[in-house]
């Protein structure tokens, strides 16, 4: 059986993920992560992992199950993510497993961090579990993109966020731009918030608009004072602003002011931060910048049923010279909020 995909291994995977969702804006920065236990085709114990510190999913299913007298030995685990094999803040979720006497392990994908890497699967096959691997992997390594690349590449999963009218302008020539959407789609944009461990914005959206970038909404499943606050980043190459000026962001004494240049900023909230998701949330020149650099991998579009006219500004500041310059994506979802229109584009690879 060891590798064999069975009947219902996608339909409890899904129960799986379904679980991981739980703790999608609580975990940073670890990876959100779900687990099922199953027994004679029966569910038999469920968890997720809320919050760093805390035991991962695997352990809180294990607990489950006991707290309802099942016994464990035979059963079949499902998690979304490859058990730890390290100990860090908790101990490793392989040897609890092995310790459990669980039978089997389906996996839906493997650990990318260095420190686990196969190293969760090797436990396992070791101690005589049979294992499968990438069962609904595309859907589970979806809830941890930031996760997933830092680990492999050192660099964070980077969306950015514009709100643009139908003829693709995010403000008016005089600066203007509250509001082009509606409230649908700014309640909306708190779940971007939520998920992300850092928020980089520039000097002129601030100076302009004074935003709090706070995550606030009571929509999002957790309070949001469960949420960890986004690390705040503003970029101010040309150094106007210092933190004694009044500005909302400049309340929370872990905004960060940047000088230089953008490719070592995302390293270093990575490296130093544990910066793992990045959310752009800023004006024409810096969404510009980050496409320029081909350092966007999600771009979400929420577009107004609005016409702002040529002499507004237009979503990117950057000129691509040539048409073979161009920057593409591929569009992935589109979905109506309220008026507006969600269009969520993925970098092409």
Known sequence: MDGQILPHDAYYMGLAIALAKKGEFTTRPNPAVGCVLVKDGRIIGEGFHPKAGEPHAEVFALRHANQQGYDVTGATAYVTLEPCSHT????????????????????????????????????????????????????????????????????????????????????????????????????????????????????????????SLTVRSTQLGVPACHVPSPKIVVLDRSKTLSRSMDY????????????QDIHSLLALLVQEHQCHDVLVEAGAKVAGAFIEADLVDELIVYQAPSILGAKAVSMFDFDVGRLDNQRRFTLSEMTKIGEDVKLVYHKLY
Not at 122 to 130: D, E, P, Y
Not at 248 to 259: K, L, Y
Request: charged share 20%; aromatic share 4%; hydrophobic share 45%.
């Open 88 to 211: 860090g803040r908790t101990p490793p979720c392989a040897d609890t497993l092995v310790q459990a006497g669980i039978a089997r392990v389906v996996i839906a994908c493997t650990d990318s961090n260095p420190k686990v890497s196969g190293g969760g699967i090797a436990k396992l096959q070791q101690a005589g579990i049979a294992v499968t691997v990438g069962v609904a992997h595309q859907q589970a390594a979806a809830l941890n993109r930031g996760f997933l690349k830092a680990m492999a590449t050192g660099m964070p999963y980077v969306r950015l966020k514009i709100a643009t009218s139908l003829d693709g302008k995010v403000a008016m020539a005089n600066g203007e731009s509250k509001w082009i959407t509606g409230d649908e789609a700014r309640e909306d944009v708190q779940k971007l918030r939520a998920k992300s461990a850092a928020i980089i914005t520039g000097s002129g959206t601030i100076i302009a608009d004074n935003p």
């Open 248 to 259: 909302q962001v400049f309340c929370n004494p872990d905004t960060m002011i940047w000088h």
